[in-house]
């Protein structure tokens, strides 16, 4: 299993520029989350879903937009980027909470540049 | 929402000693808490989940602790060595199958 992967691993955008971060997982996993993680302020999720075709808000939507077309992909976009994007993102995965099993499985990240 | 507090400085230990990092929460206690490992350049692990009614939980060298009166978690590595050398982020359920993570402490274990 490859568990949790990310596509690209590195970005630089220039302002105004839109792109999209992959996230593949090969767990059979129901939720799916992205994060972005800045020095000083932790881990802030920015949206997730509980299944396919579904997505949700988390802490700092904000010029992102996502889509979860099937359950194995969860893609994060950027339509108009800016400087204040550039950081650390994390996709994670785990299994239904009704499974009782609420770990969560991290990809290795994708760090984007936006000058 | 739920504040989660970290000591924010590294912790710097030696090889062999049990190092103590310190998760506090403010708001409500939430049904289940978990702690993850995190490398430099790398994503987080997750290493241990304790819920609201169990007071520790043990696996190999970590122990974790949850004192909902204190809103507080310890967790512990004993006997450590310098490959527990990394940062340790608590995170808090914050919703529907969501966490809300701490900053993280840097564990530092010298030889």
């Known amino acids: 299993n490859a568990g949790v992967t990310q596509t690209p691993k590195f970005r630089v955008l220039k302002t105004g520029q839109s792109m999209t971060l992959l996230c593949a997982q090969d767990?059979?996993?129901?939720?799916m989350y992205w994060y972005r993680q800045d020095p000083g302020m932790g881990l802030r999720l920015i949206h997730y879903s509980v299944g396919e075709g579904t997505t949700a808000k988390g802490e700092v939507p904000d010029g992102y937009n996502v889509s979860r077309l099937k359950k194995q992909n969860f893609l994060l976009g950027l339509e108009s980027a800016a400087p204040s994007q550039t950081s650390v993102y994390f996709c994670?995965?785990?299994?239904?909470?009704?499974?009782?099993?609420?770990?969560?499985?991290f990809g290795p990240g994708t760090r984007l540049t936006v000058t | 929402s739920q504040k989660i507090e970290q000591n924010s400085e590294a912790l710097n230990i030696q090889e062999g000693k049990t190092a103590t990092l310190t998760c506090n929460y403010t708001n409500y206690s939430p049904a289940y808490l978990q702690w993850y490992r995190q490398d430099p350049g790398r994503g987080p692990v997750f290493l241990l989940l304790?819920?609201?009614?169990?007071k520790e939980k043990r696996k190999e060298r970590l122990k974790v602790t949850f004192d909902t009166t204190l809103k507080q978690s310890l967790f512990h590595i004993t006997a450590s060595q310098p490959a527990d050398s990394a940062t340790y982020l608590c995170a808090l359920e914050s919703g529907y199958s969501t966490l809300t993570f701490g900053k993280g402490t840097m564990l530092l274990v010298s030889p």
């Open positions: 994670a995965s785990s299994y239904s909470r009704w499974l009782g099993n609420y770990e969560q499985y």
């Open positions: 304790i819920r609201e009614n169990e």
């Open positions: 767990m059979n996993h129901e939720y």
